[in-house]
């Protein structure tokens, strides 16, 4: 059983940054390939980033590669994710997820998820 639970959002002006963690708890962390994804208002839970369980292989979707960085620390039990040059349709509600075995982008394959943290990019 992992919980997770994200902080770091907020409210940043488009061009700007910041840094979302998501905490696990729980003894196998290191089992599990990590993973954020976003929701808007009225759509649909997509993929952002994902990371391997022992953080050497990353995906990202094309709308962020370039602009956000997915990392972990798996001493910590500690995944992040950097988002730089934010857009306003960046803005969203993110989620941590785990998942056993390899990264893959799709929610429905999550074991685990986090409550969520609210990113608003301003215009």
């Known amino acids: 059983q992992v919980q997770l639970v994200e902080s770091g959002g907020g409210l940043v002006q488009a061009g700007g940054s910041l840094r979302l963690s998501c905490a696990a708890f729980g003894r196998t962390f290191g089992n599990y390939a990590m993973h954020w994804f976003r929701q808007a208002p009225g759509k649909e839970r997509e993929f952002v980033a994902g990371?391997?369980?022992?953080?050497?292989?990353?995906d990202y979707a094309d709308s962020v590669k370039g602009r956000f960085t997915i990392s972990r620390d798996n001493a910590k039990n500690m995944v992040y994710l950097e988002m730089n040059s934010l857009k306003p349709e960046d803005t969203a509600v993110y989620y941590c997820a785990g998942r056993g075995g390899v990264v893959r982008g799709l929610a429905s394959s999550m074991d685990y998820w986090g409550e969520g943290t609210l990113v608003t990019v301003s215009s």
């Open positions: 990371i391997s369980r022992g953080g050497t292989s990353t």
